[in-house]
């Protein structure tokens, strides 16, 4: 079975330009994650989506920050202009039960701000 | 809310020696305890998980105990092989909000 599929894998961009995320959970999965990992902070958790509605977006660090989810099988992460200290590692996470249990993580996408 | 606290950070182990790695958590109703390896350059896996009815769990050379009164779970690897040289972070969830994780434990196992 296809795992949550993530896009890009890697991404260098400039600061100031937008950068878009993209994520495809596992099918039939009803939840959705987005964390970020740096090395300072470790795992933090962005946001996330019960069946597309965003439950809780507390994680996210500033309005520069946006994600959707317009359908089961797709979400995007945006950051609008991106910074420096943005650059981290993204993960996107799906899960059948909510996410009070056990979820699946994408490979990630690798964001280089310069 | 619920706070995971994982040590050591780093851990240096001989091939073949064993590798153990704890963690505490804060909220007494968290009942759903996993453990994930994270390759260099890829996302976390789940290796094992524990739950709160139960005390130990085994699957080859791996092991979680948890001890829910002192409210702290650890992770044991055995024999352990230069493949078990990763980041492993611990979690815990609360059971109605998504899981809280740990800040990861660097393995390096010395051929």
């Known amino acids: 079975d296809a795992g949550v599929i993530q896009s890009p894998r890697h991404e260098v961009t400039e600061m100031g330009q937008e950068v878009t995320l993209r994520c495809k959970p596992i099918?039939?999965?009803?939840?959705l994650f987005w964390y970020r990992q740096t090395m300072m902070r470790g795992l933090e958790l962005l946001i996330y989506?019960?069946?597309?509605?965003?439950?809780?977006d507390s994680g996210m660090p500033e309005d520069r920050f946006s994600a959707k989810m317009p359908n089961a099988s797709f979400s995007t992460l945006k950051i609008q202009p991106s910074e420096p200290r943005d650059s981290a590692v993204y993960f996107c996470?799906?899960?059948?039960?909510?996410?009070?249990?056990?979820?699946?993580f994408g490979e990630g996408s690798w964001l280089t701000v310069v | 809310g619920e706070n995971v606290e994982q040590h050591p950070s780093t851990l240096s182990v001989q091939e073949g020696d064993s590798a153990v790695i704890k963690c505490t958590y804060s909220?007494?109703?968290?009942?759903?305890f996993p453990w994930y390896k994270q390759e260099l350059g890829k996302g976390p896996q789940l290796i094992i998980d524990?739950?709160?009815?139960?005390g130990e769990k085994k699957d080859q050379r791996i092991a979680v105990t948890l001890n829910k009164t002192a409210k702290h779970f650890s992770l044991h690897i055995t024999e352990t092989q230069p493949e078990d040289s990763a980041v492993y972070f611990c979690?815990?969830?609360?059971?109605?909000?998504?899981?809280?994780f740990g800040k990861g434990t660097r393995l390096s196992v010395i051929a």
């Open positions: 996470a799906s899960s059948p039960t909510g996410g009070w249990d056990t979820i699946y």
């Open positions: 989506f019960n069946n597309n509605v965003p439950i809780d």
């Open positions: 099918s039939g999965h009803n939840s």
């Open positions: 524990i739950r709160s009815n139960v």
């Open positions: 909220d007494s109703a968290s009942n759903y």
């Open positions: 979690a815990a969830g609360p059971g109605n909000t998504p899981l809280v």
